[in-house]
């Protein structure tokens, strides 16, 4: 409950939904465009989100986030609002690739195969991540500082507002992190399009729920398939070092 006497009382709200972008054709590129499964994933997503009050569709730079967005927007009537500070972890050098792990490149191929092939019935939890190891991609304090900057951003722009605001799994991890009082960087698994839902009044922040992708069916739903898979013993739980 809000204090009558604080700087945030008589404030507007502003709800900040960050949803990770629909499937990607590839994990192999920096900036590949959505699947075929992904399209259809991003146009489930935006009916479900149509009938809401939005007020703003943003999106990271990277065309996966933008095409996401795009069906929701269409559907809406509102541009595609570019945010830079929505990006996935950059890298100053070309081919860069994220760094979860300590297990070389190579060895992890089959694993990403694995998580974005036509099954998804293989999985990994991670549930630590570090970013920046490889001296070329931003770290998480980085990514996380401008998250946090462009939240801020969007909740002086649109007070009492819905911002639809799509980005990526580890900037999303950033900063959910700090929303949920996280002491060391975590990593949940954002489900494609899966929605998290931040209620932001003046300073305060309040993350009301996490990843939520019940649009989706069952054969794609975070629930349904982690169900299936520790059923089937195909999830994967080993993690990073923090």
């Not at 297990?103 to 992890?108: E, Y």
Request: charged fraction near 20%.
């Amino acid at each position: 409950m809000l204090n009558p006497e604080s700087d945030d009382a008589g404030r507007e709200a502003t709800l900040v939904l960050f949803i990770r972008h629909a499937e990607q054709a590839t994990m192999r590129e920096v900036d590949p465009p959505l699947s075929e499964r992904g399209r259809a994933q991003a146009e489930i997503l935006a009916q479900r989100l149509s009938s809401l009050p939005i007020s703003a569709v943003v999106a990271s730079p990277l065309l996966r986030a933008r095409e996401t967005a795009g069906s929701l927007a269409d559907l809406l009537g509102l541009p595609v609002e570019v945010m830079e500070d929505l990006h996935e972890a950059r890298s100053s050098h070309e081919g860069h690739r994220h760094v979860f792990t300590d297990t070389p490149a190579a060895a992890m191929e089959p694993q990403v195969d694995d998580y974005v092939g036509p099954s998804m019935a293989a999985i990994e939890v991670l549930p630590r991540f570090e970013w920046g190891r490889d001296g070329f991609t931003e770290t998480a304090v980085e990514i996380r500082a401008r998250m946090l900057r462009a939240v801020d951003g969007l909740v002086e722009r649109y007070p009492g507002g819905i911002v639809a605001c799509f980005s990526h799994g580890g900037a999303i991890n950033c900063v959910t992190g700090v929303y949920v009082g996280a002491t060391a960087d975590m990593w949940f698994v954002p489900w494609h399009t899966g929605i998290s839902g931040l209620y932001a009044k003046g300073s305060t922040r309040t993350m009301l729920f996490v990843n939520d992708s019940s649009h989706l069916a069952s054969t794609q739903d975070a629930l349904g398939i982690v169900a299936s898979s520790m059923s089937s013993g195909s999830l994967r739980t080993e993690g990073v070092q923090s």
